[in-house]
């Protein structure tokens, strides 16, 4: 039966049932969504929609992040036949509230980020949504009836200056497009069975078509498993490539090229470099299994079950589609715009034409206008330009689309991408320039992490400007302008270079550079005419959202602390937001030593990614370690620390009503303390409990000093897989690693374990409480979870007489009442509140 509109895909969510659809990051949890469970929400959605009396051709507008609730809302609108309006979750509010003006928006639907933004019109929680609608039926939700034509969503350009434009794209637009994948995977299902489930780690928003299609429309076909990250951070996209054993990355290409310079970056930490581009020169022309096999540890560092990119948004330099492709990887790029409902050619995933932007797809035309244009027709094409209640059209004569891109076909009927139009740098002399074949050529030399090629005017016409972020200060300019400048025609050659002041270029959310923004700085420093004002340094700018300062007003000089008033927490958010701003991995060590924004930027340039690897093996979280773990515990913990001293526990009702995973806070007496925290838990909790300690002095018994002999470093060794294993002992760092930590104890927690922390850090020297570290509250605050506070009495007398048992009685546990904290609250707060629970439970007997 011929689909009329996208809602008839929730049939596939409502019969795929229990199936995982999406996996989404909640602070340092793992959220999973069951399709089943998309279906419903969006069913709910539709109801809350006809409750308010929203219907066919009103207009929602959502804006956050991407997640299944994101998804049941588009399905919820679908079904009404509502127009839905995505916003970038990183638009700015005015650029918003200017849409939301425009469109007529009868409801906004928006992140707890935004949700102090939209004062202005009637508006709903995102993450809230699904208790919010818990009022209403689960049962299926009958979708008004549709036509082809009928407007699905209003697509906005991104901006804060110029007048939004936003993009009508129909229901028979996005059928149009999914048609022909849905006929092309149909031949290859049989061979899914056995790699099921297709995970896919998606960083592409969704409020963007290409991003819809990657993240909603295409998993669901395939019964696939959408992973959503909102972190770019080169580390943690490998991680969780490993950790979901994800299968295909879909990204832009920034990402992909980030993903590179970690891997290299890695090598050179390991002195492996050298050998490695050896053996990668080697491998050109090998088979693919034998190429898999020579690059098997970055394989084994993605996990076994990766095995493909997906690249859009922007064209993917040949050197990085290389990089991949050799490593035994596909790469797998498409092309298309907005106004093409996205896909326009995508290549094939077994058969990729080595730099191009694939085939055209069945349903649309692709010509060559004679200037090299790409010209698009067919059913993708959208319905037209939203201009109040009706729409203006997006093609001109004989229904062609004239993309404003420039390209070229080979005699295949492959798609390669030369440049934007508007692009094209026309010189003093009428040649035509693109800015991708310089681009090409300054990526090829070593000293250029990165680089765009910039229009500057000149005697009426323009010449190329190359703008270059150089890997090292001490590179030479002029000597990689000249061998980037060896390789091209001269008309093509660039006479004028500069080099960016920042670690890398202001981007828009898609991750491409900001041209215009970038011409603008660079003409005024070298003293040409614009007519665009205004600088902000990007580091400067995430300094003032974080302290609420003005960046403008910001000097290299001013003092993260006595000027800025930057907390231990502010801290630990700015080095997140740096760490994804630039794609890099910072040193938390360098970072607690920057005294001024000046120093800040010195360890940005000279930043390496030298530090201490700590280990967190999951094993201990499965069978049979677990069985182990138990027998230990009731053969020799437990009498153990009755033969200590059997200790008076008061309070356990108080979990009488508490049955998930908790956050356990506790006082630091002695390394026994966890022993006494596990006899007093009830057994629910005590049989699935880890417990951070120590990282440093844990990695030490890891990975003993070579200074160490032989014997001893055995018994280190031995004493660290007994820690591990019969006590879950993970490493909480007290310098750097720390979020890492972090992030493994929500891993814990995802599983099912408690998690059992002593926020003082260090033993306490006089009995008294010492000042909880700032990171028990982050922690609290990510996980999400209930937290316990628990006090430990009369140990620390015990060890003060020098005794080594006490007697029955005398050290006495008490545990209080757990506490929730709402999301986004203040982890200063939690930790003022964690330390009086723990203080409040103080035992006033003599």
Same mark, same amino acid.
């Given at each position: 039966?011929?689909?009329?509109s996208v809602a008839?895909?929730?049939?596939? *969510? $409502? %019969? #795929?049932? &229990? /199936?995982c659809a ?9 959220v999973?969504?069951a399709y089943?469970d ?10 809350e ?6 219907g ?8 956050g ?6 998804v049941s809302?588009f399905?919820?609108?679908?079904l ?11 638009a700015?509010?005015? *650029? $918003? %509230? #200017?849409? &939301? /003006?425009?469109?007529?928006?009868r409801?906004l639907v928006?992140?707890r980020?935004?949700?102090d933004?939209p004062g202005f ?6 993450e809230?949504?699904p208790s919010i609608?818990?009022?209403?039926a689960?049962?299926?939700y009958?979708?008004?009836?549709l036509?082809?034509?009928d407007?699905?969503?209003i ?5 804060t200056?110029a007048e939004?434009k936003?993009?009508?794209i ?7 497009n999914?048609?022909?994948l849905?006929t092309?995977i ?10 099921r489930?297709i995970?896919f ?5 969704l409020?963007h078509?290409?991003?819809?299609f ?16 909102d ?21 832009v290409?920034?990402?992909l090229q980030?993903?590179k ?9 390991q ?6 581009q050896?053996?990668?020169?080697a491998a050109e ?7 898999w096999w020579i690059?098997r540890k970055v394989?084994r560092?993605?996990?076994w ?8 948004g ?8 290389e ?12 092309y ?9 050619s995508?290549?094939?995933p077994?058969?990729v ?8 797809l069945?349903?649309?035309?692709v010509?060559?206008?004679p200037?090299?244009?790409?010209l698009v027709r067919?059913?993708?094409v959208?319905a037209g330009?939203?201009n109040?209640?009706k ?5 001109a004569?004989?229904n ?5 891109d ?5 005699t295949e009927g ?6 934007r ?8 002399a009428?040649?035509?320039?693109y ?6 050529a ?11 090629v910039?229009?500057?005017p000149h ?8 703008v ?16 980037a400048n060896?390789?091209?025609a ?6 004028k270079w500069?080099?960016?002041p ?7 959310p ?7 923004e970038i ?22 700018e995430?300094?003032g959202?974080i ?13 993260l ?5 930057l907390?231990s927490?502010?801290?630990?958010e ?6 994804d ?10 970072f607690?030593?920057v005294g ?6 010195n360890m940005l340039r ?7 690897h ?6 201990v979280?499965r069978?049979?370690a677990?069985?182990?773990r138990?027998m ?6 437990r ?5 200590l001293?059997w200790?008076h526990?008061?309070?356990r009702?108080?979990?009488k ?10 006082n630091?007496?002695?390394?026994v303390?966890?022993?006494f925290?596990q006899?007093?838990l009830?057994?629910?909790l ?5 417990t951070?300690?120590?990282g440093e ?6 990975t ?7 014997v001893?470093r ?8 007994l820690?591990?294993s019969l ?8 310098a750097?690693g720390?979020?890492?930590?972090f ?7 995802d599983r ?6 002593f926020?003082e850090g ?15 509250g982050?922690?609290?605050n ?14 620390f007398?015990v060890?003060?007489a020098?005794?080594?048992?006490a007697?029955p009685?005398?050290?006495?546990i008490r545990?209080?009442a757990?506490?929730r ?10 930790v003022q509140?964690?330390?009086k629970?723990v203080?409040?439970l103080?035992?006033?007997?003599p």
């Open positions: 039966m011929e689909r009329r008839s895909y929730l049939e596939n *969510f $409502a %019969r #795929r049932g &229990a /199936e999406y996996v989404q990051r909640r602070g340092y949890r793992s999973r969504w089943r998309v279906a419903q929400l969006a069913c709910r959605f539709a109801s929609l006809e409750s308010r009396g929203i066919k051709g009103d207009r929602v507008l959502l804006w992040a991407n997640s299944a609730e994101w809302a399905f919820g609108c679908s009404r036949g509502v127009v839905l309006v995505p916003m970038d979750d990183a700015a509010p005015d *650029f $918003a %509230r #200017r849409v &939301a /003006e425009q469109v007529g928006a409801l928006v992140s980020a935004h949700s933004a019109m009637p508006f709903l929680v995102l809230e949504l609608l818990a009022r209403h689960s049962e299926p009958f979708p008004v009836p036509d082809l034509a407007p699905l969503e697509v906005f350009t991104s901006g200056t939004p936003g993009v009508v129909t229901n028979g637009n996005v059928l149009g999914i048609a022909p849905e092309e149909a031949k290859y299902l049989k061979y899914e069975r056995l790699v489930p995970r780690l998606n960083l592409l928003p409020s078509v290409f991003g819809q990657l993240g909603i429309f295409l998993p669901q076909l395939l019964g696939g498993t959408v992973v959503f990250q972190t770019l951070k080169p580390a943690e996209v490998i991680g969780t490539i490993r950790r979901e054993r994800i299968s295909v990355l879909v990204s290409p920034r990402v980030t993903l310079e970690k891997i290299e970056r890695d090598l050179k930490v002195d492996r470099f050298e050998r490695f050896r053996t990668f020169k022309g090998k088979h693919f299994l034998h190429r690059f394989h560092q993605l996990g079950k990766f095995w493909a990119f997906i690249s859009g922007a064209a993917l330099d040949s050197a990085t589609e990089f991949w492709r050799r490593l035994g990887f596909a790469v797998v790029q498409g298309g715009l907005t106004e093409t409902t996205s896909l326009v995508v290549n094939h077994f058969h034409g080595r730099g191009s932007i694939g085939k055209v069945a349903g649309r035309e010509k060559l206008a200037d090299g244009e790409i067919g059913s993708g959208a330009y939203w109040g209640q729409s203006q059209p997006v093609v004569e004989e062609w689309y004239h993309t404003g420039i390209g070229e076909l080979d492959n798609l390669y991408f030369k440049g139009k508007k692009d094209v740098i026309v010189t003093p009428g040649m035509n320039v800015p991708e074949d310089l681009e090409a300054l990526r090829r030399q070593p000293e250029v992490k990165d680089c765009v910039i229009a500057l005697n009426g016409n323009a010449e190329a400007c190359a270059v972020i150089l890997r090292s200060a001490e590179a030479d300019v002029r000597e990689t302008m000249r061998r060896a390789s091209l001269e008309y093509q050659r660039m006479n500069f080099v960016w920042e670690e890398d270029f202001p981007r828009t898609t991750q491409k550079p900001k041209t215009r011409q603008s700085i660079v003409a005024r420093e070298l003293g040409r005419p614009v007519s665009e004002t205004g600088f902000a340094s990007p580091l400067a995430l300094i959202r302290t609420g300062k003005a960046s403008a007003g910001l000097t290299p000089n001013d003092n602390e006595a000027d800025l008033n907390s927490l502010d801290r630990v700015l080095l997140g937001a740096l760490e701003r630039y794609q890099v991995d910072l040193s938390e060590t360098r607690a030593a001024n924004i000046a120093d800040l930027e000279g930043e390496t990614t030298t530090r201490v700590y280990h967190y093996p999951r094993w979280l069978w049979p677990t069985w182990i138990l230990a515990h009731y053969l020799l913990v009498p153990a620390v009755f033969l001293g200790p526990i008061e309070g009702e108080n979990l009503d508490v049955r998930g995973p908790v956050l356990v806070v506790c630091h007496i002695d390394d303390d966890v022993g925290v006899t007093a009830p057994a629910r005590r049989h699935k409990l880890a951070a300690t120590g002095a844990l990695e030490i018994l890891r003993p000093p070579e200074s160490r002999n032989l001893s055995i018994y280190d060794r031995i004493k660290w897989n820690g591990v006590l879950n002992l993970f490493p909480l760092p007290r750097a720390f979020r890492e930590s992030a493994y104890a929500g891993e814990c927690v099912g374990y408690s998690v059992l922390i926020p260090h033993h306490t020297t006089d009995g008294k409480l010492l000042p909880f570290r700032a990171g028990a982050l922690l609290a990510n996980l999400g979870i209930p937290v316990v506070p628990v006090r430990i009495d009369g140990l007398e060890k003060q020098g005794r080594k048992f007697w009685g005398e050290i006495r545990i209080g757990s506490q904290f709402p999301p986004d609250s203040d982890p200063a707060r939690i509140e964690l330390q629970a203080e409040s103080r035992d006033s007997s």
